[in-house]
């Protein structure tokens, strides 16, 4: 079925270093959404993108919707501890009306 | 407050055994879904519901069945559970089609961790 792509799989960083990961896809999305799931947790909303070319932050995270709508990145500055954890894409594709998730990515943090 | 809630949080069961999960939100959404976590994190809807209709039926076995009796629950019921059921299973829920681009914006439960033995 539809997946998205999504890079890296898996990051390991210092605390205060920037991160960015990024999903593209083949089909054309209407709408792009980032989520961060702890562990033993239901994945939580952090951003959501509704037009191509939108740029949205949310404190030191900064989402963009692709110009082509197949493709969004987030980036989050100077990481602390509590940012490990998998973040998650997902992302409505046009004329869907369900949302596609990509595979994730890891966070670790080391202090 | 909690806003998606699910129970059990955690069920272990024997393989052929029948069981339910439950699924409650009070954000006043008319969309709920079912999700299900694999081993790998992946993500996979299973099914939704809008106002208790059902609107996505993914290819999910006969064995699972939904059943939303208001639009504030909606509840999954496997029968002759396998050993490839156990997975960790969400619970969302969104405004409905009314509630323009926020209808994507999905709240998701705890999750409920199934064992199957």
């Known amino acids: 079925g539809q997946q998205l792509n999504q890079s890296p799989q898996s990051m390991f960083i210092q605390e205060g270093e920037d991160v960015s990961m990024n999903c593209t896809s083949s089909?054309?999305?209407?709408?792009w959404l980032w989520y961060k799931q702890d562990p033993g947790e239901g994945p939580v909303l952090l951003i959501a993108l509704y037009k191509a070319g939108e740029l949205t932050s949310n404190g030191r995270l900064t989402a963009q919707f692709g110009i082509t709508r197949k493709d969004s990145f987030l980036n989050i500055s100077a990481s602390i501890p509590s940012d490990v954890g998998i973040y998650f894409c997902a992302g409505q594709i046009q004329g869907a009306q369900k949302l596609v998730f990509g595979q994730g990515t890891r966070l670790t943090i080391n202090p | 407050d909690t806003a998606v809630s699910q129970t059990p949080k955690y069920l272990v069961t024997q393989m052929g055994n029948d069981k339910s999960i439950k699924c409650e939100q009070n954000l006043g959404h008319d969309t709920m879904y079912w999700y299900k976590q694999d081993s790998k994190k992946f993500l996979k809807i299973m099914f939704s519901y809008n106002n208790k209709e059902l609107i996505i039926n993914e290819t999910v076995p006969n064995r699972f069945s939904p059943k939303s009796p208001d639009k504030a629950h909606l509840n999954l019921h496997i029968n002759s559970l396998e050993l490839g059921d156990s997975a960790v299973y969400f619970c969302?829920?969104?405004?409905?089609?009314?509630?323009?681009?926020?209808?994507?914006?999905?709240?998701f439960g705890p999750g409920t961790r199934l064992t199957v033995l």
């Open positions: 969302a829920s969104s405004y409905g089609l009314a509630g323009g681009f926020s209808y994507n914006e999905q709240f």
């Open positions: 089909s054309i999305f209407n709408t």
